[in-house]
């Protein structure tokens, strides 16, 4: 079975340049979630969708950042424009929603350096 | 105080040993909990979820203790590839939203 697919694994920009991050969720699986870890902030959720909708931004960190999710199969994040700061994994993940009842299923993540 | 609190570790232990971890969390309301694994430079994976009866995964065992609010993860014969980091993880009581703990780091030595 596919798992949470993400791309690419890699980047690396120069700040102030765009960066889109990719997520095709599991088939069926109707949340979806974009977490951000590094090693001083450990994963920390940034923005959640059900349905395609976004439930919770709270934790997107400004306005430079954004997410979409276009349909069930595909969502996106987005930075514009990129600062050092924002070097970090960034894992997608879905899970079928059950008010919290379902574990999540993560990507293999994007490893984001800008330099 | 944190929603999910975990001793970080590291925990040192010998091949074959047995060991605990705890995870404490703040809101009574919780009512699903799992423990992931995530190795080094990993995706965080699924090792079980948590129950209130509790439960057990060959060598790995994990209990509920709603009164005391915390969870916790033993684990048998600790095997080299147990190495890795547990992470404690809950519910908020609304929606979807799971609360990560910050992890603890197991490094099992022969």
């Known amino acids: 079975d596919a798992g949470v697919i993400q791309s690419p694994r890699h980047e690396v920009t120069e700040m102030g340049q765009e960066v889109t991050l990719r997520c095709k969720p599991i088939s069926g699986h109707n949340s979806l979630f974009w977490y951000r870890q590094t090693m001083m902030r450990g994963l920390e959720l940034l923005i959640y969708?059900?349905?395609?909708?976004?439930?919770?931004d709270s934790g997107m960190p400004e306005d430079r950042f954004s997410a979409k999710m276009p349909n069930a199969s595909f969502s996106t994040l987005k930075i514009q424009p990129s600062e050092p700061r924002d070097s970090a994994v960034y894992f997608c993940?879905?899970?079928?929603?059950?008010?919290?009842?379902?574990?999540?299923?993560f990507g293999d993540g994007t490893r984001l350096s800008i330099l | 105080r944190k929603e999910v609190e975990q001793d970080p570790g590291p925990f040192n232990v010998p091949e074959g040993a047995t060991v605990a971890f705890n995870c404490t969390y703040s809101?009574?309301?919780?009512?699903?909990f799992f423990w992931y694994r995530q190795d080094c430079r990993k995706e965080p994976k699924l090792l079980m979820s948590?129950?209130?009866s509790g439960n057990e995964d060959g060598r790995f065992t994990a209990q509920l203790n709603r009164a005391s609010q915390y969870i916790s993860l033993l684990i048998r014969d600790s095997k080299l590839s147990d190495s890795a980091t547990y992470l404690c993880?809950?519910?908020?009581?609304?929606?979807?939203?799971?609360?990560f703990g910050a992890g603890t780091i197991l490094r099992v030595k022969s």
């Open positions: 993880v809950g519910n908020m009581e609304y929606g979807n939203k799971l609360v």
């Open positions: 809101n009574s309301a919780s009512q699903s």
């Open positions: 948590v129950y209130s």
């Open positions: 993940a879905s899970s079928l929603a059950g008010g919290g009842n379902q574990p999540q299923h």
């Open positions: 969708f059900n349905n395609n909708v976004p439930i919770d």
